[in-house]
């Protein structure tokens, strides 16, 4: 949420927020992922992940708003 908090500050659209949002909150544990040699990444293993992001991310810009 503090992705798309920031992205909202912004003035980003949806899709901003959104993809700053998953960038966020993916980030960290795809880098530990890479560095640790861990393929494929874990989102992409368990994709729940990256919709939750999604979702929570788009709650975000829509609840910001108001």
């Known amino acids: 949420m503090a992705g798309a908090l920031a992205a909202g500050r912004k003035h980003m ?3 901003g927020v959104v993809v700053v949002g998953c960038v966020t ?3 960290g544990g795809t880098l ?3 560095l ?3 393929h494929p990444v874990f989102w ?3 994709p729940h992940y990256f919709m939750i992001a ?3 991310a788009a709650g975000t810009f829509f609840l ?3």
């Open 25 to 27: 909150a993916i980030g």
């Open 36 to 38: 640790l040699g861990s």
């Open 13 to 15: 659209d949806l899709f």
């Open 32 to 34: 530990r992922d890479i």
């Open 54 to 56: 999604t979702l929570a």
């Open 64 to 66: 910001a708003r108001r």
């Open 44 to 46: 992409i293993l368990a």
